[in-house]
């Protein structure tokens, strides 16, 4: 299975400002997701990652707050915009290729001050 | 709608004894995928199997099984003499077969085992 390396693995960053993650996977794939996992929770998708144009966004998320780029078939970049103390969560990264299981990044563990 | 439901928060056992994680779904697709991951303290998630629909042969892997049970939508995965390395959060997980690979994920089981 492929690799995924998510920058950082982790931040503490004050409130109203704003932390961009990326994604690397080390081979092409087809999909890439972006996921959240809020303190004890389940993972819950926040948008799939469409190369080359706007991501796909969930129900009760929105590009505005969570802006995401994939520029090609091996990168993407999740921004967490305006944050509150309430985006204190995991963002994992996720992709698959073809008909094949989704692999996950470490995540990056966010903690708003 | 799709819908998991690991109704088992916490599991706590003893090395060596076996132990049974549930995993109840919904859905209305015809065609879909089971997943079973586990989130070690370390918090990435460890892909373990993934099963379609149409097989429901149970699978066995080392100390690990799974159980699919179509008639009472359920994939239950058993841990035979677990080991403390095996103390982690585990998640169950749904795909439709036309979801392009989004994961609908249960709410996750916290299994510790002690020495």
């Known amino acids: 299975s492929a690799v995924i390396s998510q920058k950082p693995s982790r931040d503490i960053c004050q409130r109203g400002t704003s932390l961009t993650i990326q994604c690397q996977v080390d081979s092409q794939v087809t999909m890439m997701f972006w996921y959240r996992q809020q303190p004890g929770q389940s993972l819950t998708l926040i948008a799939t990652a469409n190369q080359g144009s706007e991501a796909t966004y969930e129900s009760g998320f929105v590009i505005d707050k969570f802006p995401i780029s994939r520029p090609n078939l091996t990168f993407s970049t999740l921004t967490v915009s305006n944050m509150s103390p309430e985006d204190s969560s995991i963002y994992l990264c996720?992709?698959?290729?073809?008909?094949?299981?989704?692999?996950f990044g470490q995540g990056t563990r966010l903690t708003v001050v | 709608a799709q819908k998991v439901t690991q109704a088992q928060t916490e599991i706590s056992v003893v090395e060596k004894e076996d132990v049974t994680l549930d995993c109840v779904y919904e859905t209305r697709d015809t065609t879909y995928y089971l997943f079973w991951y586990k989130q070690p303290p370390s918090g990435e998630l460890v892909f373990l199997i993934r099963r379609n629909s149409f097989d429901e042969q149970n699978e066995i892997s080392g100390r690990y099984s799974w159980n699919f049970q179509k008639s009472t939508s359920s994939f239950n995965f058993t841990i035979t003499a677990s080991q403390v390395v095996d103390s982690a959060v585990y998640f169950c997980?749904?795909?439709?077969?036309?979801?392009?690979?989004?994961?609908?994920f249960g709410q996750g089981t916290e299994l510790s085992v002690k020495p």
């Open positions: 996720s992709a698959k290729a073809g008909d094949t299981e989704a692999f």
């Open positions: 997980a749904l795909s439709g077969y036309n979801q392009g690979g989004k994961l609908i």
